[in-house]
T-cell receptor, first 114, second 111 residues
Framework: SAVISQKPSRDICQRGTSLTIQCQVD?????MFWYRQQPGQSLTLIAT?????????ESGFVIDKFPISRPNLTFSTLTVSNMSPEDSSIYLC???????????FGEGSWLTVV | GIQVEQSPPDLILQEGANSTLRCNFS?????LQWFHQNPWGQLINLFY???GTKQNGRLSATTVATERYSLLYISSSQTTDSGVYFC?????????????FGQGTILTVHP
């Protein structure tokens, strides 16, 4: 299995501020993704993190609000910009490996906006 | 896109009981995975099972791709099995890796 590390694991943020979440994978991966899980809800895909180019966003998510970088094969960041209480969620990074089809998830970053 | 429905939404068991969770999906899938989310939010991969049957200890899963459903069996449940169980699928092709999640089954196991 792949080990995916995220940080921070948990944070309390002031509204109007921005926070960057980091995702590091321990082995070569092909694709990386970011998901959001609002309180009591299921997971929703935010975007595909593309290496060296702009991320591909799903409907309802925009780059100005969720800028994403992926400077190399094993590292990506998600920034939640100009946060409001509605952004309080768990944000999870996932990755697919070079071999095999199983998709792995990081431990999640639990953000609370006050 | 693919729709994923899970049932039941909530399940309460006594320790030692068996249970079956169901996942229905609306179209052909390339990938189907079952996850367990613990109270700390961590998503643990249980099975990669786009078709066939697999077993891992007290857990087993079966996917009948032609009928578009998957079942997760938990036998001799323990309190540590509590949490949310998610089924997630992708359609492959340009959607490879882009998982669509069901709404989950909240399992509570009492001692």
């Amino acid at each position: 299995s792949a080990v995916i590390s995220q940080k921070p694991s948990r944070d309390i943020c002031q509204r109007g501020t921005s926070l960057t979440i980091q995702c590091q994978v321990d082995s070569q991966v092909t694709m990386m993704f970011w998901y959001r899980q609002q309180p009591g809800q299921s997971l929703t895909l935010i975007a595909t993190a593309n290496q060296g180019s702009e991320a591909t966003y799903e409907s309802g998510f925009v780059i100005d609000k969720f800028p994403i970088s992926r400077p190399n094969l094993t590292f990506s960041t998600l920034t939640v910009s100009n946060m409001s209480p509605e952004d309080s969620s768990i944000y999870l990074c996932s990755a697919t490996r070079v071999t095999g089809n199983t998709i792995y998830f990081g431990e999640g970053s639990w953000l609370t906006v006050v | 896109g693919i729709q994923v429905e899970q049932s039941p939404p909530d399940l309460i068991l006594q320790e030692g009981a068996n249970s079956t969770l169901r996942c229905n999906f609306s179209d052909s899938v390339n990938n189907l995975q079952w996850f367990h989310q613990n109270p700390w939010g961590q998503l643990i991969n249980l099975f990669y099972i786009p078709s066939g049957t697999k077993q891992n200890g007290r857990l087993s899963a079966t996917t009948v791709a032609t009928e578009r459903y998957s079942l997760l069996y938990i036998s001799s449940s323990q309190t540590t099995d509590s949490g949310v169980y998610f089924c997630a699928v992708d359609a492959g092709g340009t959607s490879y890796g882009k998982l669509t999640f069901g709404q989950g089954t909240i399992l509570t196991v009492h001692p």
